[in-house]
């Protein structure tokens, strides 16, 4: 049996482009366009669409973190440890999550004079604090840290998706129908936790503040449309798992269909995506599922192109995707610092 590969070509480069959009959304939200000139509002207008990169990454995650799976399933060799699984996962979000958590906490205190709300705190160092408005935004000067709480919900998920799909068939093209049946599912289910999560209207929205822009965006923003998003990524390792088992070769045909489904993505999300607010179709964040689709398929198509793949692994983007996790861990402390204090 031939050995499947460990890496994906293109991932890399498509982590480093997630990290770099999410950067620019957040710089251009306290930006003001206008008076500029054309080619700036342009880059605004991107900018501000540049939300995705957070369902990026959650396709990404998945993707890479279903590999060994996949790759075990389709040789028949012994699961990968789950205890490993976790051990790494903890390993590498756990302490440099709780970090900068606790740094941000005291820097709203010492620096900006925010009190400290201890619940979210806590709620956060256990991961919780996605599951209710009043502790989703972990830390008043750095925003992004919502999305780790979801982020380890999906880890904890993932494999317990992963077992039932291995336990239940031997092959790769039945794994790939029940795990299309997974996705639609989460789809049906999502309507249900919407009504029955709804919040309330008091005090509701971004102008009071991150409690009232959190208790605007849940229930949309919840475990399961962002768990749907990270299993697009996983039938998309399972698709490339598939295919390099039948010994598909790279291909321009491929290049061709990364670029399409690229190009797709960035008009789906240039002429739908409403800034901040769930699809009116979905009613799912950053046009999930939609967009998560797209960004699925341009991983399978990069992983065997022929140039696309060369084009986003790049030596810069390499780097980049290298620290992308501490980018977007800290990026937003350095906007928030220079917003409050250093602009003054």
Known sequence: MKVQPVRIPGADGLRAIACLIVVLHHTSQRLNPTNSPDWLQTLHFFGMRGEVGVSLFFVLSGCLLSLPFWNSFANKEPRPSIKFYLINRGARIIPAFWLNLTVCTFLGLWVFNQDINWWRYLS????????HYSTFFPAEINGPLWSIGLEVSCYLLLPIVLFLIIKSTKKLSHAIA????????????????????MTSNVSKGWQYGLTGGAKQWLPYWNVNTFFAQFLCGSLAALIIVALRSRGTAQSRNFDVAAVFFGVTAIWLVAGRLVVGAPDPLSDQPYVAPFYAILMAAVLVASAFSTIIYKALDNRVFRWIAKLSFSVYL?????IVFIERKAAK
């Not at 956060?124 to 599951?131: D, E, M, P």
């Open 330 to 334: 800290w990026h937003m402390v350095f």
């Open 178 to 197: 029940s795990f299309i049946g997974w996705i639609v599912l989460l789809q049906l289910l999502n309507p249900l936790i919407i009504n029955t999560f």
């Open 124 to 131: 956060a160092l256990f991961f919780i604090n996605s599951y």
